[in-house]
């Protein structure tokens, strides 16, 4: 299933990192602001209970999240994302998965850390701003689905077609903001808004394999 979140407030969040020459300190801002919003869209799918709160004047009738979430980094772009996420489920676990691709090879990509919580039973959110080529989170998922997730989701800011086609195959849901047509030579989304990492956090000299 693929979700589109198209309401006015995240299109026009999307459009401001969207801008070329945006600083670090306010993209990484707009993504947290996107994150928070596309949690709040998803909330409304999760499982619940009717509960009761004593007030200072009688007891009140509630609602209660009984959904268990885990929201998963893709680093190293999807941390203010993931934080965004994460202040609405501040209850939730959370895992960091390391992957990087190969400057010579920008299809190659490589998964060098990979730690996550118990994800038996639950309901278990993958955060990428990007999902470009669809490689990275091929290998992610092809290492969950052996698992017994409860249920998968997946949130993009931008999806790729390509990307998009490349994980059809397996039992997920995609809540994305905006789905484009085309990638550059490098494996960039198009128009997109370019390298969501180096954007959040400044251009590395070098990557380096911890293999």
């Known amino acids: 299933m693929i979700k589109l979140i198209d309401n006015l407030i995240i299109q026009e969040k999307l459009g401001r990192i969207r801008r070329k020459g945006i600083d670090p300190a306010h993209f990484r801002h707009g993504l947290t602001e996107i994150g928070r919003y596309m949690a709040y869209e998803f909330a409304n799918t999760l499982s619940y209970k009717k509960a009761r709160v004593q007030t200072p004047l009688g007891v009140a009738e509630t609602l209660k999240i009984i959904d268990e979430i885990i929201v998963i980094s893709v680093l190293r772009?999807?941390?203010?994302?993931?934080?965004?996420?994460?202040?609405?489920?501040?209850?939730?676990?959370?895992?960091?998965?390391?992957?990087?691709?190969?400057?010579?090879?920008?299809?190659?990509?490589?998964?060098?850390?990979?730690?996550?919580?118990?994800?038996?039973?639950?309901?278990?959110?993958?955060?990428?701003?990007?999902?470009?080529?669809?490689?990275?989170?091929?290998?992610?998922?092809?290492?969950?689905?052996?698992l017994n997730i409860k249920r998968l989701v997946i949130f993009n800011v931008i999806s790729a077609k390509t990307g998009l086609e490349r994980i059809k195959r397996f039992n997920i849901e995609v809540y994305t903001c905006s789905i484009e047509e085309k990638l550059d030579n490098s494996g960039y989304i198009i128009p997109g808004l370019g390298d969501a990492g180096d954007l959040a956090f400044g251009k590395p000299s070098k990557t380096i394999s911890l293999k």
Do not use: C
């Open 77 to 146: 772009a999807s941390l203010p994302f993931s934080y965004g996420i994460m202040k609405v489920f501040p209850e939730a676990q959370h895992g960091i998965i390391g992957a990087w691709r190969e400057d010579t090879s920008p299809f190659k990509v490589h998964i060098d850390y990979f730690k996550i919580p118990g994800v038996q039973d639950k309901t278990v959110i993958i955060a990428d701003p990007m999902l470009a080529t669809g490689n990275t989170m091929k290998q992610i998922l092809e290492r969950l689905e052996t």
